[in-house]
Structures are given as structure tokens and as C-alpha cells.
């Protein structure tokens, strides 16, 4: 079964706005981590947040957590065309490094 | 360094036909796993190895389904026989396995059942 719910299933914004897809869990995680898969091509990773940590950063990407909401965000700041894709959380839990996804948002970012 | 590689990258049979996907993963890493993706939702997680031993294959259909990794490195998925629901991207992945790491994702194979 899924872990993550994505929230919201699809964004629409103009090259320049930023971003904000959000992730809600259900369960106790060791990491969270954020993938992008963009038409036809497989996921790539993005950035990964461990369960004791509540933000970090790469770039134009900005990642929190609240293990206590079981929620976190990620945000793209001045976006691109080439953002364009969905994006998708993945959890870290149990003791063997397995990822589960979420139903992922779709990002469409306008020239 | 060479990504996780697959084959087929596409696949067309008739239901009740028998199917297989090749996986080769990133040279070095322990672990592999093998996710559906049905078109318009995540990646789904159907099995996956440490070397050559299975952690989790909770959500694999085994009545139809099975996968090995016999040397702890290639793998192989096989459906035997196809369902029209089975038409899904199948992607494979790998991992150093090592605690808060990664998962690097291959192009994956594109499932059609007719």
C-alpha cells in the first residue's frame, strides 16, 4: 500500500513562482526523501531528510519535516520550465531500507 | 558511473502470456528492488533483495508474479500469466543498503497486456 499522500495532486505556475508540494505519512520513518520523474524517464532523487532532522536545503530546493504532523514540504523557489514533472515522496521506515512512495504531484511550470 | 540498466524498455503481449524484465543495478550495490507503476500513481514496491537474499516481498502477487537474484547482482522479474492489470511501467532500483542512503532508479520497462 502507498505510505504518502502528496497534496496537491497537480500545480500549475508561472517560470519564476515558487513551488510548494507537500507529503503526509502515516507511520514512524527513518528518512523522507523527494524524487522527480519527468515524462518517460525514470525517478531521480532530489533530497533526503532524516527523521531527526526539520529542514534542509540544495539549491533552489527547500526541505521540512514534522515528525509530529507526519508531514513535510518541499518547496522549489524561482521555478523553471525545466522543473516540470512530478514529484514524489518516499519513507524510510522499518530496519531495511525500504521506500515507500506517495501518489506523487504533478508540477507544470508555464514559460 | 553506469546507472541501473534495464530490458526490455517496452513490452507488448496478450493476456495470459508470460513476460520477463532484466535488471542490471549499479555496480557494487547490495540492494535491489522492483516497483509497478501504474500510470498516474507512485511507484509501487514489489520486492526487494539484499545480495541475493529477499527482505520484503509483501506485495507481490506470487501466484503470478516471481523474481530472483541468483548471484546477488543481475535480476530478473517474470509474470507468468499476464492480466490486463498488469499493464505498468516496471521499474528497478538499487542501493548501497546502507542506512540514509539512496535509491537510484533505472529507465524502467513499459508493460502493455492487450
Known amino acids: 500500500s502507498q505510505q504518502g499522500e502528496e497534496d496537491p495532486q497537480a500545480l500549475s505556475i508561472q517560470e519564476g513562482e515558487n513551488a510548494t508540494m507537500n507529503c503526509s505519512y502515516k507511520t514512524s520513518i527513518n528518512n523522507l526523501q523527494w524524487y522527480r520523474q519527468n515524462s518517460g524517464r525514470g525517478l531521480v532523487h532530489l533530497i533526503l531528510i532524516r527523521s531527526n532532522e526539520r529542514e534542509k536545503h540544495s539549491g533552489r530546493l527547500r526541505v521540512t519535516l514534522d515528525t509530529s504532523k507526519k508531514s513535510s514540504s518541499l518547496l522549489i523557489t524561482a521555478s523553471r520550465a525545466a522543473d516540470t514533472a512530478s514529484y514524489f515522496c518516499a519513507t524510510d521506515r522499518g530496519t531495511g531500507n525500504q521506500f515507500y512512495f506517495g501518489t506523487g504531484t504533478s508540477l507544470t511550470v508555464i514559460p | ?114
Open chain 2, 1 to 114: 558511473e553506469a546507472g541501473v540498466a534495464q530490458s526490455p524498455r517496452y513490452k507488448i503481449i496478450e493476456k495470459r502470456q508470460s513476460v520477463a524484465f532484466w535488471c542490471n543495478p549499479i555496480s557494487g550495490h547490495a540492494t535491489l528492488y522492483w516497483y509497478q507503476q501504474i500510470l498516474g500513481q507512485g511507484p509501487k514496491l514489489l520486492i526487494q533483495f539484499q545480495n541475493n537474499g529477499v527482505v520484503d516481498d509483501s506485495q507481490l502477487p506470487k501466484d503470478r508474479f516471481s523474481a530472483e537474484r541468483l548471484k546477488g547482482v543481475d535480476s530478473t522479474l517474470k509474470i507468468q500469466p499476464a492480466k490486463l492489470e498488469d499493464s505498468a511501467v516496471y521499474l528497478c532500483a538499487s542501493s548501497l543498503g546502507l542506512a540514509n542512503t539512496e535509491a537510484f532508479f533505472g529507465q524502467g520497462t513499459r508493460l502493455t497486456v492487450v
